[in-house]
């Protein structure tokens, strides 16, 4: 876990030592790139010999990759398989294509299923899944980069890449939230927009083109040296002061953004001090 | 998509054109599952040659596996590297490990991404991503199993599968959500127990083997004939009549609980209508 993330991250300790438990697994696994500082050596694998084996240790071997050129490629993409699927082929995928066999074996179809929240269910937004996988699979240290991109998406007015082939006029919003529902309905709000309207799907794919864009500048940027901080947001470390896994309360665990589900109203009624 | 979903699943339309354009893809890309119906033949393949290509197509084919071992496997897998790994490996590995080499090649380290709802962030549960993806792997028709799955964990009290080696009596809540913040926060406002407990760590494993256990239920039943149907949840589908693609607002898209977020205080001061 990044160090400045420590204090925030609010994550179980439980859970932490369940990801360095994980060391020599069922398939050949190696732990993730988390672990890095934990005695493992990177790559180390517990499966045996070269060949099939090689893609079935993480990370695998990041090849850096041109970040407009994602961009484009996962607008065409997220309208193959949808936004997760968006994410993840143009950047694993321009992976395996460099590295060769056997790692272009992998099934990349899977990750179809992340489209619109997981299959339309209007949670985690799909692009940020495949982020995250894609980061999971191609970094040694994904954990600050995820954490990086989502505070990101949360803050930025998005989309902030016009991919090739896009049609309508560039509507930015800021979603405040890494969930796909709240995602698309600010975007309707902020352009009048319905929410099966064409003008909204081209906007997820010129959103999953700024994800992809964003998750390889970071990924590049870790490659030569430069990682992201993964840094919490004021707002949310303000929260988790009492309720995170390190405060009184401690009923909460997470670093999505409080106020975008919890409404000043709500936190009134119970009688909760002013933020 | 499944007939009996079409009403309230609200997909955006051309997300659904989305996934029927995936056919012929950049890494001997097929189609997912649900595109059965639309003239692809399951397990047909834009690659090339058998071997190693063969792991790149989806759905690999299924062998059904035993429910409760997975659920006690889940167990440790997650105490391994998480919830989302946790209920990934013992069901994609146990595939893999009976069809064997290539299988046996797909790199599961990196579905520990999912754990806390995305390296801690609280998003979607990682159980119910990582459940997503091995119905996405091993199903030909997984979006119907899929919603299935994510309403039984919104309404059931859980966990409701105590795996081999648990410590604590079990105390099951019921999440309302698919969210692990909120299913987290639930479970320790009905314990009493904090959110950094060890009993609340054993609770997140028991809850991967209970999701672990369910999926294995729901595609054992789908291979002998059995599908689930995936119904949507009234009171959602009651929201969405106005707010989803299909109504006069249309400024909504999703399947998740509306009222887990959205508090009837809030309702109420936007002048929306009692429900």
Redesign the interface.
Known sequence: MHGSEEGV???????RR??L??VG????????GELGSSGLAEGQVAGTGPG??A????P?PYRPLDADGVGHAAFV??????CM?GVV?PIV?GV??QLG??Y?????????????????????CGA??GA??A???LSAR??PL??EL?SWYEREALPDFMPKGARFPNVASVAGS????AS??RW??ASGK???S?E??ER?GALAASVARKTVQLLNAQSAGNPAAGAPEPATAACLSCH???GTE???????RCAS?H?P??LK?AGHPAT
């Not at 697994?25 to 993730?32: D, N, S, T, Y």
């Open positions: 991250m609010e994550r179980v300790e439980s859970d369940s990801l438990g994980a697994g069922m398939l050949g696994l190696v732990a993730l099939a084996d893609m079935s240790r993480v695998w993409a997220n309208g193959q398989g949808g699927f082929e995928g395996a294509r066999a056997p272009t074996s992998l099934p990349l179809a899977l990750f179809m299923y992340g489209s619109a929240g997981v299959v339309g269910w209007g949670s985690l940020l899944n995250a996988a980061l999971a699979l994904p954990q995820i954490s989502y890494v969930l796909c529902h698309l309905t309707c709000n319905k929410v099966a064409p909204r799907a997820c995170g896994t390190r401690c009923d909460a665990s997470g670093r999505m589900c409404a109203a709500e009624a």
